[in-house]
């Protein structure tokens, strides 16, 4: 069963969520170093750390990682950190995360691979990035589809064009 909140306490985790959509560091620093947990989460699954790499707050990201904020924690939509950076094109959040050891091929149940939402989105910067970390294309989603043929169901042409000339030595390689 839940635990019901009360208003006050309500009111001061949305404050504490919006300081995180928002890049504000300075007081999300503070309330971290008065003990709030780097790894909160909202009711649906987002982590501080998933509201700031999502909105870009590299900063604010930076300072979650340093409090001991979890790359890995997907939320309720089966969505990293690292997918929701990759989804707003954000390089920057991209590469701090890496950097600080987010799991290039985590593959939540239910969910995708970052690969996979750079090659739906047709990011082949991104796409390319997380080749070089190490991401496999040849994982695939709870449907069975790998980034390839994500990105053609998706219409993601460059991306595609790209999966499939590096296949090849990819597996050649293997």
Do not use: I, W
């Not at 969520?17 to 560091?25: L, T, V």
């Not at 971290?32 to 909202?42: H, I, K, R």
């Amino acid at each position: 069963m839940p635990t019901m909140l009360d208003d006050d306490t309500l009111a001061f985790a949305h404050k504490v969520f919006n300081h995180c959509r928002n890049g504000d560091s300075a007081e999300l620093a503070t309330l971290l170093d008065a003990g709030l947990p780097a790894n909160l989460l909202t009711s649906t699954g987002d982590s501080l750390l998933m509201l700031a790499s999502y909105h870009g707050r590299v900063e604010t990201t930076r300072l979650l990682l340093k409090h001991g904020g979890d790359p890995s924690l997907a939320n309720d939509r089966a969505q990293t950190p690292l997918a929701g950076a990759v989804f707003k094109g954000d390089h920057a959040v991209v590469e701090l995360l890496l950097e600080h050891g987010a799991p290039v091929d985590q593959l939540p149940p239910g969910g995708k691979t970052a690969l996979m939402f750079a090659a739906m989105f047709n990011r082949t910067d991104l796409l390319l990035r997380l080749l070089e970390a190490g991401a496999d294309p040849q994982l695939r989603d709870s449907e069975g589809k790998t980034a390839l043929q994500l990105a053609q169901a998706m219409g993601a042409a460059d991306a595609a064009a790209y999966l499939r000339s590096v296949e090849p030595r990819r597996s050649a390689r293997g």
